[in-house]
């Protein structure tokens, strides 16, 4: 990482920086200065104008949903690739899967949209490619599961695999291995909960969530041999600086993406291990705080906490750092800012943030229900800016219109339409500056929308068709998927009280067979129902049409249950998008 953060800052500024300030060995900066000396500048224009900024996808373990799935980020695409062919190529074992991802415009950048594949079967190794038109720009490797690995560890909070070598963090965690095997801890461990059977392939695993930060060793057993012994090592991800307070527009919505405050900026938090004296520590640490694009105001400032030490918050475990400070980002900044601390191995962090002055959101809160029908609604948000700031928007899924309803000296108000399949609403707030630039800060709005998908139809890794809309399948086409499942998404702040049934109705509207969601009330990305539960049923009845009706109880705001149409099976030949076109014949006038 330290490699990469010299070679983007050459890059940037045509500098090389010096080895304190990467925290590299003054030998590896000066073998990076010679080489790149060396290089044409044709070769480094060409780099520059033709970089690339990736993101890592992310394997997650959903055990409450679609089981093991694979999160493809947006990425950054440079300006020359805006008319390339872009896909993920995904190789699992020895299967390979496309998905194509399309470009477009996100305030100043050009991105993918993001996509999300299942991983239903397991497998030992899954590769992950960006394609731009048929050349690969990076591959990823995740280690799966086999004989002599027979395990998978991940974060029971963010769902994302862990990935280890020799050894994992002592600390929560979720593990999946399989079930005909039996684990043993060593030392200090607490099983937290047990979780439910996943879907698919990897349905003869096991899923459980310890919390092992005072465990030494993790065992699995095979007939009472040992397969896999895995020694747990003290975890220092909570020895990373982080940042705290500030006022964030979207507390409750986790994201990969830069946080947005409004108003003043938040503080940096930097954990003290105390094993040194509090002024040698500090002097370890190098910051970085730099703006992206146009801001205000455009900063790049480099120090060391060592160097900020009177303006340091400071107690017995950690340091606060106000960015508020008038050398960094001052009391209103505005705009796109990188914050980077660099300090002993294995505890650097990179922040970024957005931050605006003023800023009012209404109506993201509510969530969206399909009419009785089953279709979709519009959505609409009411936004207040500050006085002379415009607002642009864009949908993901759909159209998005913005309009002005009322500028006060206090603030601009804009209304903002989002039509009934968009799903996230891609704001920009615009502030123009005195020169021909203006500060735009991107902000990201997801439309609360109860949805759903069916899965299972394909073998191996699968995209998934979210809708609010009623499936139509044939039941031949249902009875022949090996494992079919419904997922619905419903998200709710506060989801405790909320449960899920699935009824199984015939042509006459009768109840034929009900059943639960695979649930847990509050936590779960998805609900799922595994719908070969109904198999059975439906072979023995006799009715030329069946519905799938999903019931919602305890919705807030209703006192009766959401009854809404999910999944209509007919019995006879499905015919849908019907054109008849006239003809003449001879003398006679036939249809076509």
């Known amino acids: 990482?330290?490699?990469?953060?010299?070679?983007?800052?050459?890059?940037?500024?045509?500098?090389?920086?010096?080895?304190?300030?990467?925290?590299?060995?003054?030998?590896?900066?000066?073998?990076?200065?010679?080489?790149?000396?060396?290089?044409?500048?044709?070769?480094?224009?060409?780099?520059?104008?033709?970089?690339?900024?990736?993101?890592?996808?992310?394997?997650?373990?959903?055990?409450?949903?679609?089981?093991?799935?694979?999160?493809?980020?947006?990425?950054?695409?440079?300006?020359?690739?805006?008319?390339?062919?872009?896909?993920?190529?995904?190789?699992?074992?020895?299967?390979?899967?496309?998905?194509?991802?399309?470009?477009?415009?996100?305030?100043?950048?050009?991105?993918?949209?993001?996509?999300?594949?299942?991983?239903?079967?397991?497998?030992?190794?899954?590769?992950?490619?960006?394609?731009?038109?048929?050349?690969?720009?990076?591959?990823?490797?995740?280690?799966?599961?086999?004989?002599?690995?027979?395990?998978?560890?991940?974060?029971?909070?963010?769902?994302?695999?862990?990935?280890?070598?020799?050894?994992?963090?002592?600390?929560?965690?979720?593990?999946?291995?399989?079930?005909?095997?039996?684990?043993?801890?060593?030392?200090?461990?607490?099983?937290?909960?047990?979780?439910?059977?996943?879907?698919?392939?990897?349905?003869?695993?096991?899923?459980?969530?310890?919390?092992?930060?005072?465990?030494?060793?993790?065992?699995?057993?095979?007939?009472?041999?040992?397969?896999?012994?895995?020694?747990?090592?003290?975890?220092?991800?909570?020895?990373?600086?982080?940042?705290?307070?500030?006022?964030?527009?979207?507390?409750?919505?986790?994201?990969?993406?830069?946080?947005?405050?409004?108003?003043?900026?938040?503080g940096v938090r930097v954990p003290l291990t105390g094993r040194r004296d509090l002024e040698e520590e500090l002097a370890r640490w190098r910051l970085t705080v730099r703006s992206k694009w146009s801001a205000i105001p455009e900063v790049r400032a480099t120090t060391t906490l060592a160097d900020l030490r009177s303006r340091l918050t400071t107690s017995e475990k950690h340091v606060d750092l106000p960015l508020s400070l008038p050398s960094l980002l001052g009391e209103a900044p505005?705009?796109?800012?990188?914050?980077?601390?660099?300090?002993?191995?294995?505890?650097?962090?990179?922040?970024?943030?957005?931050?605006?002055?003023?800023?009012?959101?209404?109506?993201?809160?509510?969530?969206?229900?399909?009419?009785a029908q089953g279709n979709p609604q519009p959505a609409a948000l009411r936004v207040e800016t500050s006085p002379g700031d415009d607002l642009e928007c864009q949908g993901e899924g759909g159209e998005c219109r913005v309009r002005a309803v009322e500028r006060l000296a206090d603030g601009w108000e804009y209304e903002v339409e989002a039509g009934p399949d968009v799903t996230r609403v891609e704001l920009t707030i615009v502030r123009p500056l005195p020169s021909s630039e203006a500060v735009r800060v991107p902000i990201s709005v997801p439309?609360?929308?109860?949805?759903?998908?069916?899965?299972?139809?394909?073998?191996?890794?699968?995209?998934?068709?979210?809708?609010?809309?009623?499936?139509?399948?044939s039941v031949d086409a249902l009875l022949q998927i090996q494992s079919p499942h419904l997922l619905v998404t419903l998200p709710l702040a506060e989801a405790d009280q909320i449960r899920l049934e699935l009824r199984l109705l015939d042509v006459d509207n009768a109840e034929l067979q009900v059943e639960d969601a695979a649930s847990q009330p509050g936590r779960q990305r998805l609900y799922r129902f595994d719908l070969s539960a109904f198999r059975g049923t439906i072979m023995a009845s006799r009715s030329p049409f069946l519905r799938l009706e999903l019931n919602v109880w305890n919705l807030p705001g209703r006192d009766a249950p959401l009854r809404l149409p999910v999944l209509s099976l007919t019995r006879t030949l499905l015919v849908d998008h019907v054109e008849l076109e006239p003809r003449r014949v001879g003398d006679r006038a036939v249809l076509q």
């Open 334 to 371: 505005c705009g796109s800012f990188v914050v980077r601390l660099r300090g002993p191995l294995g505890r650097d962090a990179e922040l970024p943030l957005r931050v605006v002055p003023h800023l009012r959101l209404s109506g993201h809160e509510t969530l969206h229900l399909p009419d």
């Open 1 to 266: 990482d330290r490699c990469r953060e010299m070679a983007w800052e050459y890059l940037d500024s045509g500098i090389v920086p010096d080895a304190e300030e990467v925290g590299l060995p003054e030998r590896v900066v000066g073998a990076y200065r010679q080489w790149i000396t060396e290089q044409s500048a044709d070769q480094v224009r060409r780099e520059s104008a033709d970089r690339w900024r990736l993101r890592k996808p992310e394997v997650l373990v959903d055990p409450w949903g679609e089981g093991v799935i694979l999160d493809l980020p947006p990425q950054q695409v440079p300006a020359t690739m805006v008319h390339a062919d872009f896909a993920w190529q995904v190789m699992a074992g020895e299967e390979t899967y496309t998905v194509p991802v399309r470009v477009r415009r996100t305030g100043f950048d050009l991105k993918t949209n993001a996509e999300s594949v299942s991983l239903s079967q397991p497998a030992a190794m899954y590769q992950v490619s960006l394609l731009a038109d048929d050349q690969v720009k990076r591959t990823w490797r995740y280690q799966g599961v086999d004989d002599e690995r027979p395990l998978l560890a991940f974060d029971p909070d963010r769902c994302t695999l862990v990935s280890w070598q020799h050894s994992l963090p002592a600390r929560r965690l979720g593990v999946l291995y399989p079930a005909r095997f039996e684990l043993q801890v060593e030392g200090e461990a607490k099983p937290l909960e047990e979780l439910p059977r996943l879907p698919w392939g990897w349905a003869d695993f096991c899923g459980q969530i310890w919390d092992l930060s005072h465990a030494t060793r993790l065992t699995l057993l095979r007939d009472g041999e040992k397969v896999l012994t895995v020694a747990l090592r003290p975890d220092e991800s909570a020895q990373r600086p982080h940042l705290v307070g500030g006022q964030l527009l979207s507390p409750d919505a986790p994201t990969v993406r830069a946080p947005v405050y409004v108003g003043p900026p938040p």
């Open 447 to 473: 439309i609360r929308r109860l949805r759903w998908a069916l899965a299972g139809e394909q073998v191996g890794p699968s995209r998934r068709e979210w809708t609010g809309r009623v499936f139509k399948r």
